[in-house]
């Protein structure tokens, strides 16, 4: 018996985000990438398009991190050099793009200055030829300085800067409509604020165009289930004509994985729960590989081999 | 909700002194006004003291889409007007409207196929608007049958329920609800409703109070068009929280603005 398939037509689609700018662009990357422009929901070939497969960003931070040895082994011989860390993440793991923390800023972990983290940022686009996602240290008065110092330092290069909050978008914004960036709009885990964090920072005038949405992820046992279900509905906002909700979405993984109980017990403390070399990466692919089919479009991690295994997740899940 | 702007009606002074006197401003002013609101269609009336309905109905559309590109509801009872308004209309309009009785819909339901239109039908006939629910589905399901028969599909149909004056029949308030709520289940894919908004309150002290009160409970029962004064803010910002409550957007504190900006 023939079967007919049921389809979803929607009304408009997920907006499109470019990310770096090259020579002839104003910048200095060797290729953008474009991010979003889907037309149904993740992966539904048949329904709609989705006309650019997701990306994964590695983590690189200007100090050396407390992670996992797990994590920082497979870069030991570069930990303390952004640049050679972050070329190290495109020519040996194949990242689309490098996603800079700059923790250093932090003033309880070196206190790095504004002028320290520009030059940390030139030095990492120096060095690879991927567009850039820099994100600050967390503490939004240092950020505040910090970020339009970077902006300014890499004018025309089209970074994703991070990250604007509901109560402290305004300095970020500015900098991005001087600077000519693109914005992380971070909201904690509420489709509410994800919403209106947007209208507030397009109300400035920078273009949605130029909006990635930070909906916050929790990890697999952390939370996942409530982001991923926040995601979906953004999803539908935007094929459903929802403006407001039609920009890209990053998932910040590694750092939420990291911190899970999962990835960081060994063996001895839960005989039952395996190796821990082989669990900690996986917690950070298999909360990945929830988030691709929630609607992601921009992964960050830190394990080389879980980005391996999500790019070949993405790959088959890519397949027309 | 598909919001239809009721301003362009000769009922008014400004618009039915234009038709008369073939001055255009009051007819632009006002089809920019209500497309500014976030009109989805802009209703055209030539009113009741025209002389020469079909040529006005003409003059109007024209008239209308010197300033605009709006689709337009054609409301009229002389179907030589509508058809001379369909003619012009650069997109598909609405026919604003038809009853249940059979010689009007051989009249408006090959012409909505020829000018791909769609129809508000009236639940309503020679006799009148039946009293309560039931009666009005049957005429509802009248349109829909014939409809079928000239193949023109439900989702082109809006059936109105008609209301009345509360002042005067209260009693159908709750009828043409409940009219509203059953339409749906007449077909799959199932008609749309609409009302003519400003009926409810004829002749009614707090007018606009009465209005927003019936848009949130029609709304509440599925209600998915209004022909309405688009340019009162207040009644705007009813169908916009209506719209959150009912899950048909998505809650931020800016919702109104949004709602408002939505055609920007």
């Not at chain 1, 200055?113 to 994100?135: F, H, N, Q, Y």
């Not at chain 1, 991005?176 to 960036?181: E, F, L, Y």
């Not at chain 2, 049958?145 to 709750?174: K, S």
């Not at chain 2, 606009?208 to 803010?233: H, Q, S, Y």
């Amino acid at each position: 018996m023939p079967v007919d398939l049921i389809k979803e037509r929607y009304t408009t689609k997920v907006g499109e985000v470019v990310l770096g700018a090259t020579k002839a662009e104003g910048g200095t990357r060797s290729q953008t990438i474009t991010v979003g422009g889907d037309s149904t929901l993740p992966f539904l070939h048949f329904e709609g398009e989705v006309p650019n497969r997701p990306v994964i960003a590695m983590e690189v931070q200007n100090m050396v991190p407390e992670w996992s040895p797990e994590v920082t082994k497979n870069f030991k011989d570069v930990i303390g050099d952004p640049a050679a860390w972050a070329a190290k993440c495109v020519k040996e793991y194949g990242a689309d793009l490098i996603y800079l923390k700059l923790n250093g800023a932090d003033p309880e972990r070196g206190n790095a200055s504004p002028e320290d983290c520009a030059e940390t940022v030139k030095k990492v686009l120096g060095a690879v030829g991927v567009p850039l996602i820099v994100v600050g240290c967390g503490v939004e008065e240092k950020d505040n300085e910090v970020l339009p110092a970077v902006a300014e330092a890499a004018a025309g290069e089209n970074l994703l800067l991070g990250v604007a909050k509901q109560d402290n978008y305004k300095t970020l914004t500015a900098a991005c409509m001087v600077h000519k960036h693109c914005i992380i709009a971070q909201s904690p885990i509420d489709i509410n604020i994800a919403k209106q964090l947007n209208i507030l920072i397009s109300e400035m005038n920078l273009p949605i165009s130029r909006i990635v949405i930070d909906p916050s992820v929790g990890a697999l046992g952390y939370g996942i289930e409530y982001t991923y279900s926040i995601m979906e509905r953004i999803r539908i906002g935007a094929l459903t004509g929802d403006k407001m909700l039609s920009m890209p979405v990053i998932c910040a993984i590694g750092y939420e994985a990291a911190r899970a109980k999962e990835a960081n017990a060994g063996i001895d403390q839960f005989p039952g729960w395996g190796e821990l070399a082989e669990r900690a990466l996986l917690w950070e692919a298999m909360t990945s590989a929830a988030f691709l089919q929630a609607g992601g479009h921009i992964f960050v991690l830190r394990h080389p081999r879980s980005v391996a295994l999500v790019k070949q997740s993405i790959g088959q899940l890519m397949i027309k | 909700m598909i919001l239809i702007g009721e301003r362009i009606n000769g009922m008014f002074r400004d618009v039915g002194r234009g038709i008369g006197e073939g001055d255009k401003a009051p007819i632009h002013e006002w089809a920019l006004r209500q497309v500014k609101a976030g009109a989805d269609y802009l209703d055209l009336n030539v009113g009741p003291a025209s002389e020469n309905p079909v040529q006005a109905m003409a003059w109007l559309v024209d008239t209308v889409q010197e300033v605009t590109d709006c689709p337009l509801s054609l409301d009229s009872t002389n179907y030589d007007a509508i058809e001379a308004g369909l003619k012009r209309c650069k997109r598909p309009a609405l026919i604003n409207s038809v009853p249940a009785e059979r010689a009007k819909l051989e009249r408006v339901l090959p012409m909505a196929k020829q000018y791909r239109a769609s129809i508000i039908g009236l639940a309503m006939d020679a006799k009148g608007i039946p009293k309560d629910a039931d009666g009005r589905l049957a005429l509802a399901m009248e349109i829909l049958a014939a409809a079928m028969e000239f193949d023109i599909p439900p989702e082109d149909i809006f059936i109105d329920p008609l209301i009345l004056p509360v002042n005067v029949g209260q009693d159908h308030g709750p009828e043409a609800l409940e009219t509203i709520r059953q339409v749906k289940l007449l077909s799959n894919p199932a008609p749309k409703t609409v009302v003519g908004l400003s009926n409810i309150s004829q002749k009614c002290v707090n007018r606009p109070l009465v209005d927003r009160t019936f848009t949130a409970m029609a709304m509440a029962c599925g209600l998915e068009a209004a022909i309405m004064n688009v340019c009162d803010d207040e009644l705007i910002a009813t169908v916009a929280t209506a719209r959150i409550i009912l899950n048909k957007d998505i809650y931020c504190d800016s919702y109104l603005k949004v709602y408002k900006g939505r055609g920007l």
